[in-house]
T-cell receptor, first 115, second 115 residues
Framework: EAGVAQSPRYKIIEKRQSVAFWCNPISGHATLYWYQQILGQGPKLLIQFQNNGVVDDSQLPKDRFSAERLKGVDSTLKIQPAKLEDSAVYLC?????????????FGPGTRLTVL | AQSVAQPEDQVNVAEGNPLTVKCTYSVSGNPYLFWYVQYPNRGLQFLLKYITGDNLVKGSYGFEAEFNKSQTSFHLKKPSALVSDSALYFCAVRKNSGGYQKVTFGIGTKLQVIP
């Protein structure tokens, strides 16, 4: 089966610009996650969707970050405006069911550099 | 609050020797524990998980992990290391919380297998 797809793979922008990342989860996976992985750190969960609804966005910086999952399939994460500290790899993951016991499958990530 | 500690930034091991990558956790209630591997410019790949049952969990690529409740540890092991095992390894703990999951990753351990 096809894995989690993400695009673009790399993005370089200047601070205060806007950027958007796209994710297409594994077919049939109801739960979708966005993570931020800063260099030298483990992934940090930003937001979790169950179908097209948000179930947890407690660690999402809502003043500049937004995410949506229209129609419960693919998802977009946006940063507006970007700051230098947003430089990181943004990982998308999906799982079949929204339980802590279920395996998450990760995409290759989008590496964002903010200059 | 839940947490994960990976006490070693890097582990060096000679090819053919056994390897251990350490992980300890702190969470209330029963933990769900995961190990992932990350190769350069790739997303995280699932290795294995502990949900319940046998404390010794076997996973992909010959890896296994031992759950020790009294020591709150979930160390990753492999009897004979390969050069191709060189990568970044992440331990994670997950728990159901109020209808969604609380996910915490460790900072990662770089495994270097020396030929």
């Amino acid at each position: 089966e096809a894995g989690v797809a993400q695009s673009p793979r790399y993005k370089i922008i200047e601070k205060r610009q806007s950027v958007a990342f796209w994710c297409n989860p594994i077919s049939g996976h109801a739960t979708l996650y966005w993570y931020q992985q800063i260099l030298g750190q483990g992934p940090k969960l930003l937001i979790q969707f169950q179908n097209n609804g948000v179930v947890d966005d407690s660690q999402l910086p809502k003043d500049r970050f937004s995410a949506e999952r229209l129609k419960g399939v693919d998802s977009t994460l946006k940063i507006q405006p970007a700051k230098l500290e947003d430089s990181a790899v943004y990982l998308c993951a999906s799982s079949l069911i929204p339980l802590s016991t279920d395996t998450q499958y990760f995409g290759p990530g989008t590496r964002l550099t903010v200059l | 609050a839940q947490s994960v500690a990976q006490p070693e930034d890097q582990v060096n091991v000679a090819e053919g020797n056994p390897l251990t990558v350490k992980c300890t956790y702190s969470v209330s209630g029963n933990p769900y524990l995961f190990w992932y591997v990350q190769y350069p410019n790739r997303g995280l790949q699932f290795l294995l998980k502990y949900i319940t049952g046998d404390n010794l969990v076997k996973g992909s690529y010959g890896f296994e992990a031992e759950f020790n409740k009294s020591q709150t540890s979930f160390h990753l092991k492999k009897p004979s290391a390969l050069v191709s095992d060189s990568a970044l390894y992440f331990c994670a703990v997950r728990k159901n919380s109020g209808g969604y999951q609380k996910v915490t990753f460790g900072i990662g351990t770089k495994l270097q297998v020396i030929p």
